[in-house]
């Protein structure tokens, strides 16, 4: 399972737009990413998931150079609700053993 | 989308007795579930891999003696925690698997006194 490393915490305003960048070095072919967001005393929500180049949903977006070895999350514009801990996963196709790593907290100030 | 419910939310027990946490998935089968534990400020450590109609697998350094796991159904894994000590209290997670998805469940505190 390729381990993942990501900044510990990061402190934003509101209305800025957040970059969180993870690195996966030792990525394989049938790996993809995923990151989730987790609140306090809740479990974790799905935020995106990829494998390559950029992908974008209502709440994020997603992008992974040619090589995979890292990927950024990017919260557009975000408010003080967006402060939680953001997990970076790579996970092999087919299986569904997560594996959390550290985590991002990330604070969100007015 | 699917739903993944934990019961208790929370609960407090007694140091030496056992306690049991459910996940269902509310609506869709899960042939399997995942069991997490979290403490406070520190990420979710995977814990066990359950597998309805099979003894589920335990990762590295967890006790399947103490921390009991049933898949009796698509629908329901359980998580007993027996002879609890203080140091079992923490948030429990499960997450379940469907086709291409895996969803987790709101967690369940455990406060062992």
């Known amino acids: 399972l390729a381990k993942t490393t990501q900044p510990i915490s990061m402190d934003s305003y509101e209305g800025q737009e957040v970059n969180i960048t993870c690195s996966h070095n030792n990525i394989a072919t049938n790996d993809y990413i995923t990151w989730y967001q987790q609140f306090p005393s809740q479990g974790p929500r799905f935020i995106i998931q990829?494998?390559?180049t950029k992908v974008t949903n209502e709440v994020a977006s997603l992008f992974i150079p040619a090589d995979r070895k890292s990927s950024t999350l990017s919260l557009p514009r975000v408010s003080l609700s967006d402060t939680a801990v953001y997990y970076c996963l790579v996970v092999t196709s087919g299986t569904y053993k997560y594996i959390f790593g550290t985590g991002t907290r990330l604070k969100v100030l007015a | 989308g699917a739903v993944v419910s934990q019961h208790p939310s929370w609960v407090i027990c007694k140091s030496g007795t056992s306690v049991k946490i459910e996940c269902r998935s509310l609506?869709?089968?899960?042939?399997?579930m995942f069991w997490y534990r979290q403490f406070p400020k520190q990420s979710l450590m995977l814990m066990a891999t359950?597998?309805?109609?099979?003894?589920?697998?335990?990762e590295q350094g967890v006790e399947k003696d103490k921390f009991l796991i049933n898949h009796a159904s698509l629908t329901l894994s359980t998580l007993t925690v027996t002879s609890a000590h203080p140091e079992d209290s923490s948030f429990y997670i499960c997450?379940?698997?469907?086709?291409?998805?895996?969803?987790f469940g709101e967690g369940s505190w455990l406060t062992v006194v």
């Open positions: 997450s379940a698997r469907t086709t291409g998805n895996i969803y």
């Open positions: 990829g494998y390559k």
């Open positions: 359950s597998n309805e109609g099979s003894k589920a697998t335990y």
């Open positions: 609506d869709f089968q899960a042939t399997t």
